[in-house]
């Protein structure tokens, strides 16, 4: 699975954005997908991910309600729509997946297979 990530940018505190990840090579069905960042300095951490076969999603503390993972089935895509953007969300923001993957560890970075390439999003105060 080759999965390309965008829609990162330069947004003032308050703002949104939508983060996209388009995946190729096979079909996503029995895949988890999540999305990860990872500031200066700071370990990558999890960010929402949800279970494509299924649409459960799942959500770190942090970013409940202002966040919503979605995918398009048609596309093969997942996409992460964040409002309400604080400073504190600038990172570098990855997508990844992985086959066959239990809902408890959706949160996991290691046991997910494939990565994309990382998208900046800067917010400013």
């Known amino acids: 699975v080759q999965l390309q990530a965008s829609g990162g940018g330069l947004v003032q505190a308050g703002g949104s954005l939508r983060l996209s990840c388009a995946a190729s090579g096979r079909t996503l069905s029995g895949y988890g997908l999540g999305w990860f960042r990872q500031a200066p300095g700071k370990e990558r951490e999890f960010v929402a991910g949800?279970?494509?076969?299924?649409?459960?999603?799942y959500y770190t503390d942090s970013v409940k309600g202002r966040f919503t993972i979605s995918r398009d089935n048609a596309k093969s895509t997942v996409y992460l729509q964040m409002n309400s953007l604080e400073p504190e969300d600038t990172a570098v923001y990855y997508c990844?997946?992985?086959?066959?993957?239990?809902?408890?560890?959706?949160?996991?970075?290691?046991?997910?297979?494939?990565w994309g390439q990382g998208t900046l999003v800067t917010v400013s105060s």
């Open positions: 990844a997946a992985k086959p066959r993957i239990i809902y408890s560890s959706l949160g996991v970075p290691s046991y997910y297979d494939y």
């Open positions: 949800v279970m494509w076969s299924v649409g459960t999603t």
